[in-house]
């Protein structure tokens, strides 16, 4: 799940990790920034973050960019809807840096990665500059260390009293990070200030939805118009769904086989038109939501369905995909593929039915089939 900046500023304020002021009347500051809050980076490029020297130019700005369609290298070429908009005061700047949180599944350690090239995207930094980035992995037994912050700071450049700040500040970090389940906390640009302090000037915040159950506070803060559509109706049926652009919908049972159903349709010249996870354990209902989110999509033209049968039985499938096409009137091709746990009476259940189902033996086979079904 994804949060605003304002947001994540306000658990980095929570936590003492130092973030700016917000703008007010009474913020008694010449300058602020006006910024546009949408779940994408790249904002500041595509005209999402504006300073302003007075209310007059803020409200200008706020003006403009409220309700505009803010296209980043992270929103596509449709670009997304401005809903919402964060001022807060100006700073007097001296050095942006760049520093994230996240766990390395390679060492299975939160590991904290820290850059000069604050301002630039994290990625490009890898590709183009990959010794610029220091990383710093935790012990989870012991937690963050002091001297680790400083191994950092003095990676960066850090002197003086930055030092000290910069330690403070990961701390903190690392404590909001833990706490909340997070699956990402960025900062990018982190700066230093004339004074020497270091202080969040963005917050990117992702958390782990696995764990939103023992987060309500932050289950508070979803702002589902950010979302897709689907995706946000997926959620609410526990289905793993995300859109793609291809025509061919596949409903599936397992990440690691959807993973390979899309592969398999790309290896016979098909394109999926996205990935779904049933899980180990779906019902007809969550088996006809599944089929109301694939149709939903105007460009899928034909469904294939790939199901192995283990905790989940063939026949309740079987059972369940009928349910399903009849309740939305299915008038796609439909090609089905199932193996495992009572697989011939979910194939006998399947042609039984009456229904215009094409079956399939295998994973390969079950893409030609639905890649035929295409071409008429």
Request: proline fraction near 3%; aromatic fraction near 6%.
């Amino acid at each position: 799940m994804k949060i605003h900046e304002y947001q994540g500023k306000q658990i980095f304020k929570k936590y003492g990790v130092p973030v700016p002021r917000e703008a007010a009347k009474e913020l008694g500051t010449k300058v602020v920034v006006v910024k546009a809050q949408i779940h994408a980076g790249g904002r500041g490029k595509g005209g999402g973050v504006k300073i302003a020297k007075s209310p007059a130019e803020a409200k200008e700005h706020a003006s403009k960019m409220l309700g505009m369609m803010l296209k980043t290298v992270q929103t596509g070429p449709e670009g997304q809807k401005v809903q919402t908009l964060y001022i807060e005061e100006g700073l007097d700047l001296d050095k942006e840096y760049y520093l994230g949180v996240t766990l390395d599944r390679a060492t299975s350690r939160i590991t904290f990665m820290a850059s000069t090239e604050g301002g630039v995207e994290i990625e490009e930094v890898a590709e183009k500059h990959p010794e610029k980035i220091l990383r710093e992995a935790v012990d989870p037994a012991v937690g963050f260390q002091a001297y680790q912050g400083r191994k950092l700071a003095y990676g960066l450049g850090l002197t003086g009293d930055s030092v000290g700040s910069f330690v403070k500040f990961c701390a903190a970090l690392y404590k909001a990070y833990v706490e909340t389940d997070a699956a990402l906390a960025e900062i990018n640009p982190l700066v230093r200030l004339k004074d020497g302090s270091i202080v969040a000037l963005d917050s990117k915040m992702n958390f782990d939805d696995n764990a939103l159950y023992r987060q309500k506070d932050v289950v508070e803060m979803r702002d589902v118009a950010e979302e897709d559509e689907r995706e946000a109706k997926a959620k609410e049926f526990d289905l793993a769904y995300i859109a793609l652009s291809g025509n061919i919908g596949c409903m599936v049972n397992g990440a690691g086989l959807a993973m390979a159903t899309m592969d398999t349709i790309k290896l016979v010249g098909g394109e999926p038109a996205n990935f779904l996870d049933v899980g180990g354990g779906a019902t007809k209902e969550k088996v006809t939501a599944a089929f109301k989110l694939i149709l939903a999509d105007p460009a899928v033209k034909a469904v294939l369905v790939n199901i192995f049968g283990g905790i989940m039985k063939c026949d309740v499938i079987a059972e369940g995909i009928i349910a399903a096409a009849k309740e939305v009137q299915l008038k796609v091709p439909l090609v089905v593929r199932l193996e495992g746990t009572n697989v011939e009476l979910g194939k006998q259940i399947l042609a039984n039915s009456g229904l215009k189902i094409t079956p399939a033996d295998n994973l390969r086979q079950a893409a030609e089939k639905a890649v035929a079904a295409l071409k008429g």
